[in-house]
């Protein structure tokens, strides 16, 4: 059974600048699962027919290379499922594509500065902030690069990029702590990911032995 990866624009969501959402349509099985990229286009800079954003848009580059991502995660997603010789559906390949997510709840430690944050907007009930999409969250990061002169596509996957490379495993966090405080089901995402990070340091740990 073929899957089939579709980008398509969400025109009726086209926000003040005159940009609209790029969406992904997975298809399998006769069934569909549709989700965000989180990346915007100009409707008159996008090319239907090859699926790209067209070079007169600013961030035609960048836009492009996210959308060449995402689908060969799917396609790996789908591989992956494809060799445990099971049956699965589009919401299995959605699901082992977005691999960071579980069901399972989570406690994590925070560190002193997000605890002030926190504090500072405690006033009771379930939740401390307003519960937004990540869509709308990725837009707010990018009105905030501006003001503050920030030339970095800030998201939210950045932000875990972030903070599982540099504020983490670049201070000796072993992997497997790593693993837990981003809530990935299994140890094999994490060192899939960032397993380069891990390559680096001892790449540099060696550097400082040589010297020594």
Not at 46 to 60: C, D, G
Request: overall charge positive.
């Amino acid at each position: 059974m073929k899957l089939n990866i579709l980008y398509l624009l969400y025109k009726s969501k086209t926000n003040s600048k005159g940009l609209c959402p790029i969406r992904c349509r997975i298809t399998y099985s006769k069934k569909r699962k549709e989700f965000s990229t989180g990346q915007f286009v100009n409707p008159k800079n996008w090319n239907s027919k090859q699926q790209l954003v067209k070079p007169l848009e600013p961030e035609a580059d960048h836009i492009n290379s996210q959308l060449s991502l995402i689908k060969t995660k799917i396609n790996k997603a789908f591989l992956l499922l494809q060799i445990k010789e099971e049956n699965f559906t589009v919401n299995d390949v959605y699901s082992f594509y977005k691999g960071e997510k579980t069901s399972k709840p989570l406690s994590i430690p925070l560190l002193p500065n997000a605890l002030e944050i926190l504090e500072q907007y405690k006033e009771g009930g379930d939740y401390v902030f307003t519960r937004i999409s990540n869509q709308r969250y990725n837009s707010y990061l990018k009105e905030i690069a501006n003001i503050v002169g920030i030339n970095k596509n800030l998201t939210t996957h950045i932000a875990r990029k972030t903070f599982a490379s540099t504020v983490l495993l670049y201070n000796d966090v072993p992997m497997e702590i790593v693993s837990e405080l981003l809530g990935h089901s299994s140890m094999k995402i994490t060192q899939d990911s960032y397993g380069k990070v891990v390559q680096k340091k001892v790449s540099l740990a060696m550097e400082r032995l040589k010297g020594s």
